[in-house]
């Protein structure tokens, strides 16, 4: 998703303008898979259009953020925008029998559809037991919101070596409190190695170098907004010209409110 110096702002491509030059745009020299984090039904759509992402994630927030009223309609409108590719939804319950009840129903949605199962209630009990039972029964399962090393054992530890799962690491969220990821992100990719259809995710990203790290790290999967999947397009861009386009930015802004001294 590269492009040249003359065709970046400051602030790098838009999903539509990233759609609109993906015939001429070179992929990212990356290993880890980019997915698109979201609940824009027309971002979503272009991402997929532009084939610059290979798989997409949504949670309730999102959703709710986006101003969906109805959960399965949003989920039915975005299976068809995605055109096919990997999507992930999440249980809305907060005990394990009916979290267990709507990953069966969410996983009947479309045969690429993954369920995001948090690692645990809001209670705090885990859910590697429903995890478990479902990975078993060959649902491909996004256990999610996971932050310690103690849970990434327990998910590689309960999921069925032969379903494709993923842990969903929120390392913008381990970040945030002052911790480097990149040691723990490391670290849970050598606990989930005995598991090949287990893929590390990282979460949360805060910004575009969290890909870089993502991949250096080993990491399979990293999810990122709309804004940060268009920064992609300023890899390598020359920074004495990025330098001059943020000048020109705070002028032009100055100018049209109308600021004097």
């Excluded at 015939?23 to 971002?43: K, N, Q, Y």
């Excluded at 009223?69 to 005990?95: K, T």
């Excluded at 397009?233 to 100055?254: C, G, H, I, P, W």
Aim: aromatic share 6%; hydrophobic share 45%; net charge negative.
């Amino acid at each position: 998703m590269r492009a040249t110096n003359e065709e970046l702002s400051s602030e790098g491509m838009t999903l539509t303008e990233v759609a609109q030059q993906s015939s001429s745009v070179a992929p990212l020299p990356l290993r880890v898979t980019l997915f698109l984090d979201g609940a824009d039904l027309d971002e979503m759509e272009a991402a997929a259009r532009a084939g610059v992402v290979e798989g997409f994630t949504t949670n309730p927030t999102l959703i709710a953020k986006a101003g969906v009223a109805h959960y399965r309609r949003f989920a039915d409108e975005a299976l068809a925008r995605v055109n096919g590719a990997p999507i992930s939804f999440e249980v809305l319950a907060d005990d394990l029998p009916t979290m267990a009840a709507q990953a069966r129903e969410i996983a009947s949605w479309g045969p690429r559809v993954s369920v995001k199962v948090p690692v645990t209630t809001t209670s705090g009990e885990p859910t590697l037991e429903i995890v478990r039972e479902l990975t078993s029964d060959g649902l491909s399962i996004n256990v999610t919101a996971v932050m310690t090393l103690d849970q990434v054992v327990g998910v590689a530890e309960c999921v069925h070596p032969d379903v494709q799962t993923f842990v969903s690491i929120f390392a913008g969220r381990i970040a945030d409190t002052g911790r480097d990821p990149c040691p723990f992100m490391r670290e849970a990719v050598d606990i989930c190695r005995d598991k090949p259809n287990l893929r590390v995710l990282w979460a949360s990203p805060r910004e575009v170098l969290n890909v870089y790290q993502a991949d250096a790290c080993g990491v399979h999967v990293i999810v990122l907004t709309a804004e940060l999947l268009g920064k992609l397009s300023l890899r390598n861009k020359d920074l004495a010209e990025f330098s001059r386009e943020t000048v020109q930015m705070f002028y032009t802004d100055a100018v049209k409110a109308g600021y004097t001294l």
